[in-house]
C-alpha cells in the first residue's frame, strides 16, 4: 500500500446512476489530485485541491463533481455519465502543490477502475 | 507530440538485458521525473531528476537528462521479470506552478523470463 487508499476498486454503473469515488490519505499531505487515465493517452489532470480548496479544474464536464472535506479525503461525485468515461480514475497526493524546487513526487492510490454501460 | 512524450512505445526484452526509455519534452522543465506503473494499479515514484543534473541513479536505474536537446533517458539494467509495467515520465514546465505537471503516454516495457 501507497499511503493513498481508493474505493472501490472496480465500479459499473449505468448512464443514470449516481456514484461516488472516494480517496483517503493519513501521509499528512496538503495536496490531492484526480486524475483519469484512459487507454494509450497521458494521464489527465481533472483536479487538484490544496488545502481543502479547489485550485484546478482543468475543464472537466460537469457530470464530475469533486469534493474535499478535509485534507485527508477526497471524493469524485459521478451523474449522468457517458461510455467514453470508461477509464481508470487515479489519486494522488503530495506534500503541498508540487512545486518545481521541491520534487517530492505524488503518491498514488490504486485507482478505481471505472465502466460505464 | 506532447510534452513528455516517451519513446519507444512498447518494448520486449529478455531478463538479464539493460531496458532504456527515452522521454521528450517541449518546454523548458524544472524537473523531470519517472514513474513506474503495473497493470490496473497506481504510479510509483522513481525518481527525480533536476534541470540543473545530467545523470541520477537509484538501484538498478539511471537517468539522464539532456535540456539542451530536451530529452531524458530511463536505463533499467540486468531486467527483471518484474520489472515489466508501464512507464511514464512527467515534467513540470519552469513556467506555470507544480500543478501543471505533464505525464507522457508511457512505455510498455516486457521483460520476458
Known amino acids: 500500500e501507497t499511503g493513498v487508499t481508493q474505493t472501490p476498486r472496480h465500479l459499473v454503473m449505468g448512464m443514470t446512476n449516481k456514484k461516488s469515488l472516494k480517496c483517503e490519505q493519513h501521509?499528512?499531505?496538503?495536496?490531492m489530485y484526480w486524475y483519469k487515465q484512459s487507454a494509450k493517452k497521458p494521464l489527465e489532470l481533472m483536479f487538484v485541491y490544496n488545502f481543502k480548496e479547489q485550485t484546478e479544474n482543468n475543464s472537466v464536464p460537469s457530470r464530475f463533481s469533486p469534493e474535499c472535506p478535509n485534507s485527508s479525503h477526497l471524493f469524485l461525485h459521478l451523474h449522468t455519465l457517458q461510455p467514453e468515461d470508461s477509464a481508470l480514475y487515479l489519486c494522488?497526493?503530495?506534500?503541498?502543490?508540487?512545486?518545481?524546487?521541491?520534487?517530492?513526487?505524488?503518491?498514488f492510490g490504486s485507482g478505481t477502475r471505472l465502466t460505464v454501460v | 507530440s506532447q510534452q513528455g512524450e516517451e519513446d519507444p512505445q512498447a518494448l520486449s526484452i529478455q531478463e538479464g538485458e539493460n531496458a532504456t526509455m527515452n522521454c521528450s519534452y517541449k518546454?523548458?522543465?524544472?524537473?523531470l521525473q519517472w514513474y513506474r506503473q503495473n497493470s490496473g494499479r497506481g504510479l510509483v515514484h522513481l525518481i527525480l531528476i533536476r534541470s540543473n543534473e545530467r545523470e541520477k541513479h537509484s538501484g538498478r536505474l539511471r537517468v539522464t537528462l539532456d535540456t539542451s536537446k530536451k530529452s531524458s533517458s530511463l536505463l533499467i539494467t540486468a531486467s527483471r521479470a518484474a520489472d515489466t509495467a508501464s512507464y511514464f515520465c512527467a515534467t513540470i514546465p519552469l513556467k506555470g506552478g507544480g500543478f501543471k505537471t505533464i505525464f507522457g503516454a508511457g512505455t510498455r516495457l516486457f521483460v520476458k523470463a
Open positions: 518546454t523548458s522543465i524544472n524537473n
Open positions: 501521509l499528512g499531505h496538503n495536496a
Open positions: 494522488a497526493s503530495s506534500q503541498d502543490l508540487l512545486r518545481g524546487d521541491r520534487g517530492y513526487g505524488y503518491t
